[in-house]
């Protein structure tokens, strides 16, 4: 049971380009969620979606496009890369219960992410 | 605008000790807390959560205190184990919106043998 995969595991861009930072989840979660970490921060959340089709803005969404075609895959696009953006994002998913359920959320390692 | 806050950035305690993670939150419309664990280059893992309707939650070794007045919660880890040195998150859910967190900063944890 691979849980919730994210590729790649580092990438390093250039300001202006643009890429797609792939999570896949095999746990059937209705609830997917993007983060981003900076360093010496919290987490913070960019984009979430509750099921497929429906996506929502978090605390950070600014730059940042989703879009939620399956239930497994939740993909999080950068259109014009800024150093601003440099950080480890984070997916996750949950069931239909949310972040009060007795196994809130299933993270992903993590994309390390440079922007130079 | 920092809503959750971890003012230790680290903690070292003795293996066999008591290990205690602080965290204070500025919204009162907070109601669920959560506190999550980790790793290097591993994803957070969630550990234990309390809901504003309680004061305590205890999950073996682990125990989650919630003052409300003082909009404070901590977490207590007895005995504290090596396998226990991570980076500790405390998380707050807002009442009117399920999936949206907000995560304290961290502390991150060094139990010595």
């Known amino acids: 049971n691979a849980g919730v995969t994210q590729t790649p595991k580092f990438r390093i861009l250039k300001i202006g380009q643009s890429m797609t930072l792939q999570c896949t989840q095999d746990?059937?979660?209705?609830?997917m969620y993007w983060y981003r970490q900076d360093p010496g921060m919290g987490l913070k959340l960019i984009y979430y979606?509750?099921?497929?089709?429906?996506?929502d803005k978090g605390e950070v969404p600014n730059g940042y496009n989703v879009s939620r075609s399956t239930t497994e895959d939740f993909p999080l696009r950068l259109e014009l890369a800024a150093p601003s953006q440099t950080s480890v994002y984070f997916c996750?998913?949950?069931?239909?219960?949310?972040?009060?359920?007795?196994?809130?959320?299933?993270f992903g390692d993590g994309t390390r992410l440079s922007i130079l | 605008d920092q809503q959750v806050k971890q003012n230790s950035p680290s903690l070292s305690v003795q293996e066999g000790r008591i290990s205690i993670l602080n965290c204070d939150y500025t919204?009162?419309?907070?109601?669920?807390f959560l506190w999550y664990k980790k790793y290097p280059a591993e994803g957070p893992t969630f550990l234990i959560s309390?809901?504003?309707?309680?004061d305590k939650n205890e999950d073996g070794r682990f125990t989650v205190f919630l003052n409300k007045s003082a909009k404070h919660l901590s977490l207590h880890i007895v005995p504290s184990q090596p396998g226990d040195s991570a980076v500790y998150f405390c998380?707050?859910?807002?009442?009117?919106?399920?999936?949206?967190?907000?995560f304290g900063a961290g502390t991150r944890l060094t139990v010595k043998p």
């Open positions: 996750a998913s949950s069931t239909k219960a949310g972040v009060r359920s007795n196994q809130p959320q299933h």
């Open positions: 746990m059937n979660h209705n609830y």
């Open positions: 979606s509750v099921g497929a089709g429906i996506t």
């Open positions: 919204n009162s419309m907070f109601d669920y």
């Open positions: 309390i809901s504003s309707i309680k």
């Open positions: 998380a707050a859910s807002l009442r009117y919106n399920n999936n949206d967190m907000r």
